[in-house]
């Protein structure tokens, strides 16, 4: 984390020496010239001081120091970059400034005496990197990144006894399968999942397995550390070879090389049948040291690698044609059972506890690590009353912090995040301003990620690709666990596991990184740099702790005294780089946020504003502007001035139990707004006659999503001539003036690597250069009204997953053809008012898992083939007719019996009444009566 800010204000330094130079006083330069090059002398040494500080108090309070100090010249430069700003602002002539700048000499001293300051602690700081750094030289017992603290605790993970696993037998049985049967030639098994989830303790009872000893005549079980030496690890994996088979190990293997290492292994298991588990591999680079001493045989031989990364697992296995087993978490049944053996020793759970142990059991998320940790020492206070363990419940963060018992846990799972790169921690730490259980948007995680500086433009690609990449780090390292996914497999919706979060929010609070208000009698920092409100902001001197306030984040704010303490809040934080105010209740811009001036990210999502002031030109840095479910409409000119913003979101939707034609109300187009050629989102503008919006959006070729309303057919010529210009388009979305004609033939070059597409309104004809756009995930096709069947135009796609038709044909047939649709997954036929058939050939649609059909009236019968789908996991029917249903309850159920959920839906007294069709049958069959499941309109997009 220290090295994180250190590189970040390094930048922010080069920055400013280059710019500002002519505004320094030439011993101030010097200064902050001294101050960067000690930066940068002690940066290499951080990577390895941040992940060891937990080990050592004193190098702890270095790393502290480190930080503080760096935090306090980048406050210093925002500081004295403010004040440049409003000094160009306020005078129009170099005479103004000058005599501007001699009024302001007290704020330029103030400034160069606290560099000053810097520059004195920063000398004492450098004794210590001195002195730190020859003790590392030295051999040291400094642990490297990812060594926890300096105590390997996976060792712990094999100390539980058989009586207390719960839910293995499964997962043991399938891997043991696929080990001691199938083909014979070498195969790699990787077992994955989060630290603690029990992977090794799963694989132990495997390689203990009766029926593996026999089947293998060879069997080895090597750890790997995150800071292997491969030498070391084919050291131990001969070590182990030659012990179980009682031979004298070779001669002088402590002198060999790597390739004479790797030739004694292969030589050894040449010819024989063997099963090796390589235990916690934390990178690929670990498994490429490994697979070449394997001989690659048909002798039935079997390696199984247990790794907390997805890539690592399909490295390992895909050379092989193996398999990756994703371990999940304990269901809630399991957890329960496994939690009720070690609190109570196998007995119940006595009534006035079980809230109290369900909510501590939620928290451990289904971990089993966990769940007999923190169980273990709920045993010891089977004697306290309810509220000893509502404040043991309450206080789990600080638990994890001082309670021995639970060290062990906290220690397996901080290797995660010890081991993340410098680059991710304070990204990862950043997921502490959400509150627990908060479903966490990527889209907007990114955002916030690049507005506040961390992420780094590689050659090539943008800073949000760079970010995104980041998140699938954390993905694919388990410390991210997706909960909603984009049709191109990318995730959209993630949830950070609780203990997690705990462990995170101790380390923000330690490093004064986030400060949250979800706590009762909270204690404020000295100073706040980012601060989450969760709920309430009750304080009423919060204006003091703003002045070096960079990020403020808003969850559940409905109140007005809050809205008040915060509008108070922002008036002196004049550094705020990131400011979210999602759902508060106002009604008009807040004036105040004009003044911060440094401020990149602005969202009023779901607030009651209803206008925008032309002043918000004056925030010239803002490059993220989310309007998206306030009343706003039109835009000032003032926006016209953001030369640097990058997304602008101004939209909302318009609730319904079925989609109107106007489901979406954006803004009109802004004269000139192809003058903010940086923009890459831009939803939803309007088209208006006289606007020239179209020639506009021509000129912004960085656009990547694109959603224009409101067109009209004499639009589609200019409209066509502009999207071949915007050869970065992924996500486009068209929509015309009700009644009025969508007449796409003129495009000839669509862009190439568009994968969303959103059409709505009256096609002239189905626009052909579809067909030519390889890259196509998502087709929407709304209130088309086409007379030929779209299929034949779509089912050639390569990558094309999700289909949605709405009003889109008026044809009786849907024929999806023999073969095609390949990688389609979800299906959604809304509102074809004329289709009486959809078949489904033999071979096509072979990884469809959802469809969907709704107010489909005229449809005679399910789709014909829909019993050949075996993958199909969902299948509704809305406010489908009883005609249509009731075959289903007798001869056709039969037809969709594989299906795992199939309901009929039906939109009553403003709600959704489900059906689960297995139910009504079984019911129907007993005649019992069961209420439907009711859920509301929101709920019904998880469906």
Known sequence: MAECAVEFVLEKLKTFLEEVKVNLMKDVKQEVEYVRDELERMTAFLRVADAAEDSDPELKLWVKQVRDVAYETEDVIDEFMLHLHRTNRCCPNFLHKFIFSIRNLKIRYEIASEIQSIKSRMTDISVGHRRYSRKFSHGSDLVVVGDGGGVDRRGDALILEEGELVGIESSKKQLVTWIVEGESRLKVVAVVGMGGLGKTTLVKKVFDDDLVKKHFQNHA????????????????????????MKLPIPQAISTMSNNKLKTIIKDFLRHKRFVLIFDDVWSIQAWEAIKYALPNEDQGSRVIVT????????????????????????????????????????????????????????????????????????????????????MFNYGLGSELEGNDQLESMRNILLLSFNYLPYYLKPCFMYLSNYPEDHLIGHNTLVRQWVAEGFVKQNEGRTVEEVAQGYLNELVNRSLLHPVKINDDGSVKISRIHDLYREIILSKSRDQNFVTTTAESNMVWPQRVRRLSIHGALENSEVERYGARLCSLLSFGV?????????????????????????????????????????????????????????????????????????????????????????????????????????????????????????????????????????????????????????????????????????????????????????????????????????LGGQLANFPRWIQSIRSLVKVYLRWSRLSD??????????????????????????????????????????????????????????????????????LESIPVGIERITNLKVVEFFDMPDEFISPLRGDEYLKVAHIPEVNHTYWRNGCWEVYPLEETVANEKSGKIRAPIVTTREQRNWL
């Open 558 to 758: 409905g109140d007005l005294q809050s809205t008040s303490s915060i509008m108070q809040l922002l008036k002196s934080s004049r550094m705020m780089k990131v400011l979210d105010l999602t759902g508060l209740p106002l009604e008009k811009f807040p004036e105040v946020i004009l003044e911060l001036l440094h401020l990149r990210y602005l969202c009023l999502r779901n607030t009651w504003i209803k206008r925008l002031p032309g002043s918000i030109k004056k925030l010239q840095k803002l490059e993220m502007l989310d309007l998206k479910g306030t009343y706003i409409t039109k835009l000032p000119n003032g926006i016209l001035k953001l030369q640097h913003l990058r997304q602008l979101l101004v939209y909302h939707h318009v609730l319904s139990s079925y989609m109107p034609y106007d489901y979406v109300h954006g803004f009109k187009a802004l004269k000139g707004i192809g003058c903010l050629k940086s923009l890459q989102k831009l939803c939803f503008i309007e088209a208006y006659p006289g606007s020239h919006v179209l020639e506009e959006i021509a000129k912004m070729t960085e656009l990547k999503r694109l959603s224009i309303t409101k067109l009209r057919a004499k639009d589609c010529v200019v409209l066509c001539s502009a999207i071949e210009n915007l050869s970065k388009l992924c996500s486009l979305g068209l929509r015309a003036v009700e009644k009025d004609v969508l007449d796409l033939q003129y495009l000839s070059s669509p862009p190439p690597f568009l994968q969303r597409l959103y």
């Open 307 to 390: 790794t907390r990364f997805m890539d690592v697992a399909s490295s390992c296995s895909i050379e092989t044609d193996g398999y990756v087993y994703q371990l999940n978490p304990l269901s809630e049944e399991e957890s329960w059972i496994l939690f009720c053996q070690k609190a109570f020793q196998g007995s119940s759970c006595p009534k006035h506890l079980t809230d109290t142990c369900e909510n501590v059991l939620k928290k451990c998320g289904g971990l089993p690590l966990a769940i007999v940790a923190i169980s273990g020492v709920m045993s010891t206070k089977m004697d306290s009353n309810v509220d000893d363990w509502n």
């Open 789 to 858: 069947d779209p299929l034949q135009y779509l089912q050639d796609l390569p990558n094309l997953v999700h289909i949605e038709f709405l009003d889109a044909y008026i044809g009786e047939k849907l024929c999806f053809k023999a073969g095609k649709f390949q990688k389609l997954k979800l299906l959604d036929l809304d509102r074809l008012e004329s289709l009486k058939w959809v078949i489904i050939e033999e071979g096509a649609t072979p990884l469809l898992e959802k469809l969907i059909i709704q107010q489909c009236n005229l």
């Open 221 to 244: 079980w090597i750890t790997v550390s995150q800071s292997f030496k491969v030498e070391e690890l084919l050291k131990d994996t001969i070590r182990q070879l030659f012990d179980q």
